[in-house]
């Protein structure tokens, strides 16, 4: 009773699509002749139900398979380590590499013209 230990993402295959010979055809969905008429309106309403949670079914595997792919797609990608934080920039690396030494050379220049300020208030003050 040793069962392998549930993955990130089952690997279990979709439900099969219901077969032609099980579906309704349109005979049979408007022949209720045979039944007293309170029931044909309760078969009606079931049949609704049924053809509603069909379509939301389909939907719900069209949806399912999609994720499938898109997780694939996800575990393709190298793996992170956790204790890390990864920045993905969408710009020409050249192009942020030149926009970040403006700004070194921007907060270097405000640095030194304050040292410089700074120099310059303490000098006077000792002359005092």
């Given at each position: 009773m040793d069962e392998p230990p549930p993955s990130s993402v089952p690997n279990s295959d979709p439900a099969p699509p219901v077969p032609d010979s099980i579906r309704p055809t349109d005979s049979e969905h408007d022949d209720?002749?045979?039944?007293?008429?309170?029931?044909?309106?309760?078969?009606r309403r079931l049949r609704k139900k049924v053809d509603r949670a069909?379509?939301?079914?389909?939907?719900?595997?069209?949806?399912?398979?999609?994720?499938?792919?898109?997780?694939?797609?996800?575990?393709?990608?190298?793996?992170?380590?956790?204790?890390?934080?990864?920045?993905?920039?969408?710009?020409?690396?050249?192009?942020?590499?030149d926009r970040i030494s403006t700004f070194i050379e921007a907060i270097d220049t405000y640095l030194d013209d304050g040292a410089d300020v700074s120099a310059d208030a303490l000098s006077s003050s000792e002359q005092s």
């Open positions: 209720l002749a045979h039944l007293p008429p309170e029931y044909q309106a309760a078969v069909t379509t939301a079914l389909n939907r719900l595997q069209a949806e399912n398979e999609r994720l499938r792919r898109r997780v694939a797609t996800l575990e393709q990608r190298p793996a992170v380590r956790p204790d890390t934080s990864t920045l993905v920039l969408d710009d020409d690396p050249t192009a942020l590499r």
